[in-house]
């Protein structure tokens, strides 16, 4: 595998993001955040209505980056061995074989993540974090590239199964969508329409061998000292803020900082700003703050205290930001 340049991991990325739009119509921002994701080696929650686009995103991603893709239809009935395949009995052999299931793949959709119960999402939390599955105490690695995209609905709360803290902090960005605007909402028509099919296939721009290169790539950007001081002073000011009972954990900032190097990488810099920070802070910070419960029915939400943490911790002086270039 030879590692590209950063130009020509920019150059690839504005091509993805391209033609990822082809079909995702408007939404350029959060496709932005989402491939930063994947170029950081992460995983993404996708918490948005139905009908937004989640799964036609994470299918296109997966078209355009040449990755296998799966799709994992989240119920109350999923079992483990569903998602981490399990041994059959193969007459010919005589033998148990180990038949693969759905995580083995590049990218993986877990759609309506929440709907499944705990056991289950432990399965995907292993393969999550540890890149490996484990089956009747065998252990079966993943290829890599592996990254899991999952949907959820912020507004359907029966017959569901909240994500544990610990499985949230696994996901390096939540992002949402939100609806369209009127013009875009009618470029979805019109487009449809004009190719005459649903379905919609997407050139591949790289494949999973170049994908790994991309990555290895986002690794050599520079990220000054005060950028690493930015990062854990957002992270800590989180779990002192009045709203919060529990606050990011250094996994919190260390996200901030990897996603912030590949954001900076997608708009063609080897360099990271105090800029990039700020626009990755909100997705990957916001999930992993819990609100007091005396809070819950109020406007206050992660989301509300990353805002206020952004506007009071100290963003690195002009001339350290100058130094950085």
């Known amino acids: ?69 799966k799709r994992a239809q989240f119920t109350p009935d999923l079992l483990p061995a569903d998602l981490t395949g399990s041994f059959v ?22 759609d309506e ?45 029966e017959g569901t199964y909240p994500l544990p803290e610990a499985q949230l902090d696994r996901f390096l960005l939540r992002v949402s969508f939100g609806y369209p605007s009127a013009e875009e909402e009618a470029q979805v028509l019109r487009r449809r329409v004009s190719r005459r099919h649903e379905e919609q296939t997407l050139r591949a721009v790289t494949d999973a061998v170049g994908l790994r290169g991309m990555q290895a790539a986002v690794e050599t950007v520079t990220v000054d000292d005060t950028i690493h001081d930015y990062c854990v002073a957002l992270a800590s ?31 063609g810099r080897d360099y990271v700003t105090p800029e990039d920070v700020k626009a990755v802070a909100l997705p990957v910070l916001s999930h992993r703050v819990t609100i007091k419960p005396e809070l819950w029915m109020s406007n206050a939400s992660g989301a509300t205290v990353v805002g206020s943490v952004l506007n009071t911790v100290a963003t690195p002086a002009a001339r350290e930001a100058e130094r950085i270039r």
């Open 113 to 157: 993540i929440n709907r499944t119960p705990p056991k289950t999402q432990a399965a995907l939390l292993e393969a999550m974090q540890e890149r490996q599955v484990t089956v009747e105490g065998q252990t079966f690695l993943l290829e890599a590239p592996f990254h899991v995209l999952a949907t959820a609905n912020p507004v359907e709360y």
């Open 1 to 69: 595998m030879t590692t590209p340049d950063l130009t020509t991991v920019s150059r690839l990325a504005a091509q993805v993001l391209d033609e990822v739009e082809t079909a995702v119509v408007g939404k350029r921002d959060a496709l932005t955040l989402v491939l930063s994701a994947v170029l950081a080696g992460g995983h993404v929650l996708l918490e948005d209505y139905p009908g937004l686009g989640k799964t036609l995103a994470a299918r296109s991603f997966a078209q355009t980056l040449g990755l296998d893709f």
């Open 237 to 267: 000011a989180t779990r002192t803020h009045r709203h919060v009972l529990v606050g990011s954990s250094p996994r919190g900032a260390l996200a901030l900082m990897l996603t912030a190097r590949a954001y900076a990488v997608v708009h």
């Open 89 to 110: 009995f193969d007459q010919r052999a005589g033998d148990f074989v180990f038949r693969q299931g759905p995580l083995f793949t590049g990218l993986l959709l877990a």
